[in-house]
């Protein structure tokens, strides 16, 4: 089996819960290949090889995030807890339009990162509709990890929760 993370992290937190499914996919299947790339190196050869694509990003506002949101988490005053953010290379929605259609059988599962209110909206929704409007065989409903604060950290316990849903997933 040949597992493929792909993420967009604007100040780290995505990349962490990222890093965790990974980790839990490889619990779950030890002779399993797990990648976990960051969007911009996550190029069509990588995902065309994948058993299982798993897509996440950050909310914004709601919902993926877009150029002009990824260019306001520069603006003064937006990262708190010390991050500086990083959104170099393309967005999630750039890249899911040079996504090829999956072929019979890839499955995918959608994640996020969102804000601590349980009524707040998040990305994955939109992720998963993007995997399945490409043909993925979406195996779990979209994740919401929640983060405190705009740029984290992770809320607690969410780490081991990423990492339970990873192993799910396989």
Known sequence: MRAVIVYESVFGTTKEVAEEIAAGIHDAHPDAAVECVPVADADTDLTRTADLLVVGGPTHVGTMSSHVSRAAAHLPGMATAGREADSSGPGLRDWFHALPDAQNGTH???????????????????????????????????????????????????????????????
């Not at 707040?120 to 405190?148: K, S, T």
Request: hydrophobic share 40%.
């Open 108 to 170: 995918a599962a959608a994640f996020d990162t969102r804000g601590p209110a349980e009524h707040h909206a998040g990305a994955a929704g939109g992720i998963a509709r993007r995997l399945a409007h490409h043909h993925y065989d979406v195996l779990a409903d979209p994740e919401g990890f929640v983060v405190d604060g705009i740029d984290g950290p992770l809320h607690r316990g969410e780490r081991e929760r990423a990492r339970h849903w990873g192993a799910a997933l396989v």
